[in-house]
């Protein structure tokens, strides 16, 4: 008795370990939609947990297939010591990452090493509302310090900056193409961020600032037309917000709570 009790914990032990060992990279398609409440996912995703390679795509469509939201095809590998407490993971997509991307750390805490990541506009309506209705367009750019993560009062706590640069931005919503550049720069204190948004260039002047609270947004700014594209840009502005009172120029208030 004692003998069968021994082989099939063998067994079981066996499995158990052939089956970490080549554990399919596409069941890992299924936590990221998880995770991310279907909006995202892994397409093509071949390899195994440990070295593997997909495109991060939107969640599929009617027909079953999966929009590729990011150019390219990231590649990972992962090393086994995480089993024993050590996270060491790789990350390259030439296409989209200005390097390659190292998380180094413990199953609590984690360092991300400094780099950009390149993000098609066009490609951002496959995220759903309100992105397919404003289906915007242009070149953005999501660059960050090195960051440091931890595991917090259930959530993830961050130190670092992030900036996203948004060029020559345009909408199907405004005929003037482009509106315009910009950029959102975040500076993350634990699971907190405190947030500023300023215009570079165009006709379209956005500027604010606000935090971002627990995954929540709270953000007080302006949009208003520069000069001498005040009436082309009325119907837009109008969509943004309302108006300010007392303002002699058509300056609408941006309020996210």
């Known amino acids: 008795m004692k003998r069968a009790v021994l082989w099939l914990l063998a067994a079981a032990f066996g499995a158990a370990a052939t089956l970490l060992l080549f554990f399919p990279a596409a069941w890992l398609a299924a936590a990221v939609e998880r995770q ?27 027909g079953g297939s999966v929009t590729p939201l990011l150019p390219g095809r990231f590649a990972w590998r992962l090393s086994p010591l ?4 050590t996270v060491d993971v790789e990350l390259e997509n030439p296409a989209a990452l200005s390097q390659p991307l190292s998380l180094r750390g413990s199953w609590s805490q ?15 309506s496959g995220l759903g509302a309100p992105l397919n209705t404003i289906a915007p367009s242009g070149t953005m750019r999501l660059s960050w310090t090195t960051l440091r993560l931890g595991l917090a009062g259930g959530g993830i706590a961050v130190e670092g900056r992030t900036t996203l640069e948004m060029a020559d931005m345009a909408s199907r919503l ?8 910009y950029e959102l720069a975040f500076d993350w204190h ?11 260039k165009g006709p379209l002047l956005l500027e604010g600032s606000g935090a971002l609270v627990n995954g ?9 037309a520069a000069t001498g594209y005040e ?4 119907s837009l502005l109008n969509l943004l ?7 002699d120029k058509n300056i609408i208030a941006l309020e996210f709570r």
């Open 216 to 224: 929540r947004p709270q953000f007080s700014g302006q949009a208003q």
């Open 82 to 85: 995480v089993l024993l407490g």
């Open 241 to 247: 917000g309302q108006r300010r009172t007392n303002s």
């Open 190 to 200: 634990g699971q907190q961020a405190q947030l500023g948004l300023r215009s570079v």
């Open 231 to 234: 009436e082309t840009l009325a």
């Open 174 to 181: 405004s005929p003037i193409r482009p509106l315009g550049s």
């Open 36 to 62: 991310t409440g279907g909006r995202l996912t892994l397409g093509d995703a071949q390899g195994t947990l440990w070295r593997g390679s997909a495109f991060v795509g939107g969640a599929a469509g009617s």
């Open 110 to 124: 984690w360092q991300l090493s400094p780099a950009s990541l390149r993000l098609p506009a066009e490609r951002l």
